[in-house]
Protein backbone atom coordinates (compact mmCIF):
# COMPACT_ATOMS: atom_id res chain seq x y z
CA UNK A 1 0.00 0.00 0.00
CA UNK A 2 1.66 3.70 -0.73
CA UNK A 3 2.03 6.12 1.53
CA UNK A 4 0.51 8.53 -0.85
CA UNK A 5 -2.68 6.44 -0.96
CA UNK A 6 -2.57 6.33 2.91
CA UNK A 7 -2.50 9.88 3.13
CA UNK A 8 -5.01 10.41 0.46
CA UNK A 9 -7.76 8.46 2.77
CA UNK A 10 -6.82 9.69 5.56
CA UNK A 11 -7.34 13.27 4.29
CA UNK A 12 -10.72 12.04 2.71
CA UNK A 13 -11.69 10.50 6.00
CA UNK A 14 -10.74 13.99 7.49
CA UNK A 15 -13.03 16.02 5.21
CA UNK A 16 -15.47 13.46 5.91
CA UNK A 17 -15.69 13.53 9.84
CA UNK A 18 -16.10 17.59 9.47
CA UNK A 19 -18.92 16.87 7.28
CA UNK A 20 -20.18 14.58 10.08
CA UNK A 21 -20.19 17.43 12.94
CA UNK A 22 -23.52 18.84 11.52
CA UNK A 23 -22.41 22.14 10.79
CA UNK A 24 -24.60 24.50 8.20
CA UNK A 25 -26.00 21.15 7.10
CA UNK A 26 -28.48 21.30 4.22
CA UNK A 27 -31.50 20.23 4.79
CA UNK A 28 -34.11 18.98 2.28
CA UNK A 29 -37.19 21.25 2.72
CA UNK A 30 -37.01 21.15 -1.29
CA UNK A 31 -36.84 25.07 -1.50
CA UNK A 32 -34.13 27.71 -1.24
CA UNK A 33 -30.73 27.58 -0.92
CA UNK A 34 -30.50 25.08 1.68
CA UNK A 35 -32.17 22.10 0.00
CA UNK A 36 -31.08 18.72 0.45
CA UNK A 37 -30.05 17.48 -3.69
CA UNK A 38 -31.76 14.21 -3.90
CA UNK A 39 -30.90 12.16 -6.69
CA UNK A 40 -34.83 11.31 -6.66
CA UNK A 41 -36.70 14.45 -5.91
CA UNK A 42 -37.32 17.91 -7.58
CA UNK A 43 -34.60 20.50 -6.32
CA UNK A 44 -34.08 24.22 -6.25
CA UNK A 45 -33.09 25.73 -9.81
CA UNK A 46 -28.98 25.59 -9.97
CA UNK A 47 -26.84 28.79 -9.39
CA UNK A 48 -24.82 28.03 -12.21
CA UNK A 49 -25.47 25.33 -15.17
CA UNK A 50 -24.83 22.16 -14.42
CA UNK A 51 -21.74 20.66 -15.78
CA UNK A 52 -22.60 17.06 -16.66
CA UNK A 53 -25.52 14.83 -16.55
CA UNK A 54 -25.49 11.91 -14.78
CA UNK A 55 -27.21 9.06 -15.35
CA UNK A 56 -28.32 6.03 -13.72
CA UNK A 57 -26.44 2.91 -14.55
CA UNK A 58 -28.66 -0.27 -15.30
CA UNK A 59 -27.11 -2.42 -12.11
CA UNK A 60 -24.53 -1.75 -8.99
CA UNK A 61 -24.41 -2.15 -5.57
CA UNK A 62 -27.58 -2.09 -3.43
CA UNK A 63 -27.22 -0.54 0.17
CA UNK A 64 -30.26 -1.79 2.82
CA UNK A 65 -31.69 -1.32 6.38
CA UNK A 66 -32.21 -4.85 7.69
CA UNK A 67 -35.37 -5.07 10.08
CA UNK A 68 -34.70 -6.10 13.43
CA UNK A 69 -37.30 -6.95 16.04
CA UNK A 70 -36.81 -6.47 20.22
CA UNK A 71 -39.15 -5.82 23.35
CA UNK A 72 -39.37 -2.62 25.36
CA UNK A 73 -36.30 -0.98 26.83
CA UNK A 74 -33.68 -3.38 24.64
CA UNK A 75 -31.30 -2.14 22.99
CA UNK A 76 -32.03 -2.67 18.83
CA UNK A 77 -29.26 -4.07 16.44
CA UNK A 78 -29.87 -1.88 13.04
CA UNK A 79 -27.42 -3.39 10.37
CA UNK A 80 -26.92 -1.72 7.28
CA UNK A 81 -25.65 -4.15 4.59
CA UNK A 82 -24.32 -4.05 0.92
CA UNK A 83 -24.93 -6.90 -2.21
CA UNK A 84 -23.45 -6.69 -5.47
CA UNK A 85 -20.85 -4.91 -4.58
CA UNK A 86 -17.92 -7.54 -4.35
CA UNK A 87 -14.30 -5.80 -4.53
CA UNK A 88 -16.44 -2.78 -6.25
CA UNK A 89 -16.29 0.24 -3.39
CA UNK A 90 -13.35 2.19 -2.07
CA UNK A 91 -15.34 4.81 -0.22
CA UNK A 92 -18.98 5.54 1.34
CA UNK A 93 -20.23 8.29 3.10
CA UNK A 94 -23.91 8.15 3.97
CA UNK A 95 -26.85 9.40 6.56
CA UNK A 96 -29.39 7.32 8.14
CA UNK A 97 -32.70 9.03 10.34
CA UNK A 98 -34.76 7.29 12.95
CA UNK A 99 -37.36 8.73 15.46
CA UNK A 100 -35.71 10.80 18.09
CA UNK A 101 -36.94 8.35 20.92
CA UNK A 102 -34.78 5.89 19.44
CA UNK A 103 -31.42 6.49 21.71
CA UNK A 104 -27.81 5.79 20.24
CA UNK A 105 -25.00 3.80 22.30
CA UNK A 106 -22.14 5.88 22.09
CA UNK A 107 -18.47 5.15 22.12
CA UNK A 108 -17.51 8.43 23.21
CA UNK A 109 -20.95 10.90 23.94
CA UNK A 110 -18.70 13.99 24.54
CA UNK A 111 -17.09 13.52 20.89
CA UNK A 112 -20.32 12.37 19.76
CA UNK A 113 -18.99 9.46 18.22
CA UNK A 114 -21.68 6.28 18.16
CA UNK A 115 -20.90 3.29 18.94
CA UNK A 116 -20.07 0.66 15.63
CA UNK A 117 -19.58 -2.79 14.95
CA UNK A 118 -17.88 -3.36 11.51
CA UNK A 119 -19.10 -6.18 9.01
CA UNK A 120 -17.61 -8.48 6.43
CA UNK A 121 -17.97 -6.25 3.96
CA UNK A 122 -15.66 -3.76 5.45
CA UNK A 123 -13.07 -5.85 6.45
CA UNK A 124 -10.30 -4.16 4.35
CA UNK A 125 -11.06 -1.02 5.00
CA UNK A 126 -8.28 1.59 6.69
CA UNK A 127 -10.60 3.74 8.52
CA UNK A 128 -13.81 4.26 9.43
CA UNK A 129 -16.31 7.06 11.76
CA UNK A 130 -19.93 6.94 13.07
CA UNK A 131 -21.41 9.85 14.68
CA UNK A 132 -24.22 11.12 15.75
CA UNK A 133 -25.79 14.26 14.29
CA UNK A 134 -25.82 16.67 17.26
CA UNK A 135 -26.07 20.39 16.02
CA UNK A 136 -27.88 22.81 13.45
CA UNK A 137 -30.63 19.96 12.42
CA UNK A 138 -32.36 20.31 9.93
CA UNK A 139 -36.04 21.80 9.05
CA UNK A 140 -36.64 18.03 7.96
CA UNK A 141 -34.97 16.42 11.16
CA UNK A 142 -36.86 18.87 13.80
CA UNK A 143 -40.14 18.82 11.77
CA UNK A 144 -40.39 15.00 11.70
CA UNK A 145 -38.72 14.54 15.37
CA UNK A 146 -35.96 12.60 13.78
CA UNK A 147 -32.21 11.71 14.95
CA UNK A 148 -29.49 10.99 12.52
CA UNK A 149 -26.10 9.11 12.25
CA UNK A 150 -23.36 9.77 10.02
CA UNK A 151 -21.55 6.78 8.87
CA UNK A 152 -18.37 7.14 6.41
CA UNK A 153 -15.63 4.80 5.83
CA UNK A 154 -12.87 4.33 3.18
CA UNK A 155 -10.60 1.49 1.79
CA UNK A 156 -7.30 1.57 -0.06
CA UNK A 157 -8.38 0.72 -2.81
CA UNK A 158 -11.54 -1.47 -4.51
CA UNK A 159 -11.71 -3.80 -1.39
CA UNK A 160 -15.25 -2.74 -0.18
CA UNK A 161 -16.95 -6.28 0.39
CA UNK A 162 -20.77 -7.56 -0.09
CA UNK A 163 -22.26 -8.31 3.40
CA UNK A 164 -22.91 -6.35 6.60
CA UNK A 165 -21.54 -2.81 6.46
CA UNK A 166 -21.87 -1.31 9.93
CA UNK A 167 -24.28 -2.19 12.66
CA UNK A 168 -25.51 0.85 15.32
CA UNK A 169 -26.98 -0.14 18.75
CA UNK A 170 -30.78 2.03 19.07
CA UNK A 171 -32.11 1.72 22.54
CA UNK A 172 -36.40 1.80 22.62
CA UNK A 173 -38.05 3.16 24.92
CA UNK A 174 -38.96 1.26 28.09
CA UNK A 175 -42.94 2.23 27.26
CA UNK A 176 -42.85 0.79 23.71
CA UNK A 177 -45.88 -0.99 22.81
CA UNK A 178 -46.05 -4.10 21.67
CA UNK A 179 -46.57 -3.92 17.19
CA UNK A 180 -45.00 -0.35 17.62
CA UNK A 181 -42.64 -0.38 14.38
CA UNK A 182 -39.47 2.63 14.50
CA UNK A 183 -38.48 3.12 10.35
CA UNK A 184 -34.90 3.53 10.02
CA UNK A 185 -33.93 4.80 6.75
CA UNK A 186 -31.05 6.27 4.86
CA UNK A 187 -31.12 10.59 3.76
CA UNK A 188 -29.37 11.62 1.14
CA UNK A 189 -27.33 14.90 1.55
CA UNK A 190 -25.64 16.97 -1.05
CA UNK A 191 -21.70 15.61 -0.74
CA UNK A 192 -22.41 11.98 0.55
CA UNK A 193 -20.39 9.46 -1.47
CA UNK A 194 -20.51 5.89 -2.68
CA UNK A 195 -17.57 5.44 -5.00
CA UNK A 196 -15.06 3.28 -6.04
CA UNK A 197 -11.56 4.16 -7.13
CA UNK A 198 -12.83 5.00 -10.67
CA UNK A 199 -15.13 7.51 -9.05
CA UNK A 200 -17.94 6.12 -11.35
CA UNK A 201 -21.01 8.98 -10.98
CA UNK A 202 -23.16 6.48 -12.73
CA UNK A 203 -22.76 3.80 -10.24
CA UNK A 204 -23.20 6.27 -6.82
CA UNK A 205 -26.05 7.90 -8.85
CA UNK A 206 -27.75 4.09 -9.07
CA UNK A 207 -27.11 3.13 -5.18
CA UNK A 208 -28.44 6.41 -3.86
CA UNK A 209 -31.21 5.91 -6.24
CA UNK A 210 -31.79 2.46 -5.14
CA UNK A 211 -31.35 2.03 -1.59
CA UNK A 212 -33.85 0.82 0.81
CA UNK A 213 -34.67 1.43 4.77
CA UNK A 214 -36.16 -0.92 7.19
CA UNK A 215 -37.46 -1.31 10.12
CA UNK A 216 -37.26 -1.83 14.41
CA UNK A 217 -40.26 -3.71 15.35
CA UNK A 218 -41.17 -4.32 18.98
CA UNK A 219 -42.57 -7.79 20.26
Not at 76 to 87: K, R
Request: proline letters at 4%.
Amino acid sequence: MKISRIFAAAAAMAVMTSMAACEDKKDNTGTGENSIIMYDKPTAAPTAAPTEVVVAADDGPRLSIKDTTVKAGEVAEVTIAVENAEAAWNMCGFHITYPDVLVPEMMDAEKHYVRKKMGEASEYNVGSVAMEWYNNKTEHLITNKLGSIFFTEIFDDDYGLNGDVVTFFLKVPDDAESGTEYPVEFMYIDGDVFSNKAEDKSMEKYVFENWTGGKIIVE
